[in-house]
């Protein structure tokens, strides 16, 4: 018997919104106790759009654009998931009618929030069972190729919840302000699934980063995805595990990045979707956006530590682990 | 400097004394064994970067890399060819260190180069060529050294493999310090030469070949 749970997803905003994301890159929810991944358990997994445009925007701009967003996680080389387009309708995103559908919605009162993922999952296996993504029209919207100054680009936005819509948690792999009216800035990212989208006009999330495929790669690994490796290891800081410290993986020879968190009470980490090869290993306090962007609001995150580098040249072998590491981390 | 364990295999090179040379062709096959260091070899710069809002990058950290300079042992077997010349092969075992210096990082993080212990090991093969002129010194004999091979390098923990190729060229000398037969052995020697090495694949972050200077020094026998 199926007891839906809803959960809900703000992402690709001005300000970071709270995400129940208990594992890096990875949705999980807890079921009887145990931790479980919530993805996708079929593929092609099928969307449907509406068939409701905003200014500038058509309907069929909308399909399009979604469209493309959709063919650049398709076209993962490590991922096997597909999706499918099952057609337009009238049906608004947000209905629990087992059908996803992606479309927009006027919300002025979620005045940070560009975009919206709402997953349906089986309770009993954290299997999805539907997701739809309201894009909100109360900000103005564009599809021009270039960008348009002053209007949010549908096709990055849309990458970003397509991302969450495959069960991709956030991101941390990206440098933020704080604005002085509240919230913050991105300066930089290196993932669409940054929490925290680029400025309006800005096209630059349209393409997928190492980290983001990493991530759908692990949720849907192909066969070569058996190729990848992975690193592991223990933060501690006074000697102590250290929950919540964002750890990234910069490959020396690619000069690709990609990000993992300590996400239990021993302080370790595990990052797959390596490249084999060498690696540098950097730890930083989870800073750069809400806490709860990240992690639930039950979690004791420790961002009183200074950015740390390991010492030693991380090996990650074809296929296989670099054997745990130790990062010792010291107070701010 | 630490020196590796195992001895290299090895062989190479022989030579003989330049007055030797001179009134007789000598014995036809060499073998000796000795120590060599390689110099260091930058492999590469590599920056992490993040993605601006318009498409630009943003530096998070730099990073520089080099393969340490590094001693270890070699070995050669050559066989005479003809007066002046002499076919060698040769293989040898190093244990560089990579660096990777850490530096320039956007939250201030301490530089740091984080490392680890390479175990090189390199087959080939070439040519010593007895100059000629050698008249300026009735002991030594002075050679020049072409040759190339097969480079193998074993990251730590033994869970990752690179291989390339070298080349090298160069020059050096020798002398006989014992000569005439004692036992099976017809003279023995030392060698000493220093070379330019050429590196092709390998560990090399941009992919670019890697040049660096090499020098060694070994005892040889003649039989």
Redesign the interface.
Known sequence: MRRPLALIVAAALVLGQSSPALAYLKFGVSIRGRQVTVKWSQTPVRYSVSNTGVPGVTAADFQDAVGRAFASWQAVPTASIAYQLAGVTSASPGSDDGVSVLGFRSRPDLDRVLASTNFLIDSSTGALVESDIFFNSAFPWSVASAGEAGKFDLESIALHEIGHFSGLGHSALGETELRTTGGRRVLSAEAVMCPIAFTSGSIASRTLKADDIAGVSDLYPDADFGTEGSVSGRVTKDGQPLFGAHVVAFNAATGQMVGGFTLNAQGQFSIGGLSPGLHVVRVEPLDDAELDSFFDGTRVVDIDFRVTFFDRVVVVPKGGDSGEIAVKVVRK | MRWVGGLALVLCAVSSSAAAQATNPGPRFNAGVGVLWNGRQPV?D??????????G??T??N?S?DLAGAAGVAGRIGVRLTRSLVAEVEAAYLKPQ?R?A?SG??????A?????TIQQFTVGGGVLWYLPGREWSPRFAPFATAGGGYLRQL???N??LETGRYYQFGGGVSTLLVAGRHFHLAGVGVRADVRALIRSKG?A?DGGSKASPAAGASVFVRF
């Open positions: 590469g590599k920056a992490a970067t993040e993605t601006t809002a318009t498409g990058t943003s998070l950290f990073t890399s990579l990777i850490i990082d956007s939250e201030s993080a301490a740091v180069t984080a490392a680890e990251h730590e923990q869970t990752l560990v972050f």
